[in-house]
């Protein structure tokens, strides 16, 4: 619990300092962690991108993921630690596993986890937080928009490879795409086996 403990130290500081209220310090605690959370994870990709020699791969990688997990949501570790872990350990094996294949399985293999990430998103999205439902509203608009972002990732994905034209960057946003959609599926796995338990 070392980032709740340095996040509740520095919303202390800012309160004493009455750069904000007392009575929202809870909100801003976990706003802070989160931050702090976030910034170790990509720093921890850009790093683990540099050591295999693809110093800019967790940009593109970041760009598949992001819309995806914003919109269609996923699995949530219970503490940063484990999300870290599991976030940068994704990251690991998936990138090792595109360095590598030959550039001839590139193509294929990219195009098959863009079918897989449009199958995933239409079965299950969205899949919110649960500590954070949504309304109706908001679950069909995260649903349309998320199957919309990874349309538009597929069609990429087919452009780059007819044209032969920026296929190494768009792998890596199929494999920030694919990391997106299995955590979603892990989502939707833990969600059944709750409901089974309960």
């Not at 070392?2 to 996040?7: D, G, K, Y």
């Not at 999205?125 to 439902?133: D, G, I, Q, T, Y």
Request: net charge positive.
């Amino acid at each position: 619990m070392m980032l709740l403990r340095i996040s509740k130290r520095i919303v202390s500081g800012w309160s004493k300092t009455e750069i904000i209220m007392m009575e929202y310090e809870e909100a801003y605690v976990y706003g802070v962690q989160l931050l702090l959370s976030t910034l170790i994870n990509v720093s921890c990709i850009a790093l683990i991108s540099t050591v295999v020699g693809c110093s800019y791969a967790w940009i593109p990688f970041l760009l598949g993921f992001i819309p995806i997990r914003v919109t269609a949501g996923g699995y949530h570790a219970k503490t940063p630690l484990l999300c870290s872990t599991v976030f940068c350990g994704t990251y690991s094996i998936g990138i090792v596993f595109l360095e590598a294949i030959n550039d001839t399985a590139l193509i294929p293999v990219c195009l098959f986890n863009s079918i897989i990430a449009i199958v995933i998103v239409y079965l299950y999205s969205p899949l919110p937080a649960h500590n954070k439902p949504l309304s109706k509203i908001e679950m069909e608009n995260k649903r349309t928009i998320s199957i919309a972002i990874v349309s538009v990732l597929f069609l990429a994905m087919v452009i780059s490879s007819t044209l032969k034209a920026g296929v190494g960057v768009m792998s890596y946003v199929s494999l920030g795409e694919m990391a997106a959609t299995i955590f979603c599926y892990v989502a939707k796995l833990v969600q059944h086996s709750s409901k089974i338990v309960h």
